[in-house]
């Protein structure tokens, strides 16, 4: 059990090594058990996976499936927008000291991962944050500009 759970981590922390701009192309099952640390914007969020007993990995974890607004566009509605889905993902994670990883994979940006995220119950936060429609789906490939609205 514990060298499979060590195989496990080794092949997960060489997945994150990619070339600048290139997303890995393995990926870890999971679940790998984490501890919520925050919430740092409407699609990502700071953890301390727990990989292996008495041993932690502290990693941003870009949510699987979703793009939210940035927090410091330049455009206003899409800033507001952005503190409504960080607001939201932090209403959610409210209380959630444990959450539950799979699918985790390299992300095109160095130092961080994508993964689905479940919360102790089952819930998804992703999904939660889709049906309320303040993300867009996301699938990894580049993103379309998309004028600022006149406020």
């Avoid at 990619?18 to 409407?42: E, F, T």
């Avoid at 292996?52 to 330049?74: F, M, N, Q």
């Amino acid at each position: 059990m514990f060298r499979s759970a060590l195989t496990h981590v080794m092949i997960f922390l060489a997945s994150t090594v990619a070339a600048p701009g290139q997303a890995a192309s393995r990926q870890i099952d999971g679940p790998v058990l984490a501890h919520l640390v925050k919430v740092v914007d409407g699609d990502t969020v700071l953890v301390e996976a727990m990989p292996w007993p008495d041993h932690k990995v502290s990693t941003y974890v870009r949510l699987r499936g979703i793009d939210a607004p940035e927090l410091k566009s330049k455009c206003p509605t899409f800033r507001k927008a952005a503190l409504r889905a960080k607001e939201e993902l932090t209403d959610l994670m409210d209380g959630q000291d444990i959450v539950s990883l799979t699918a985790i994979s390299g992300d095109k940006y160095f130092g961080r991962v994508v993964a689905d995220l479940a919360l102790q119950d089952g819930m998804r936060p992703a999904q939660h944050l889709l049906d309320e429609g303040l993300v867009e789906p996301y699938q990894g490939r580049s993103k379309s500009k998309r004028p600022c609205p006149n406020d």
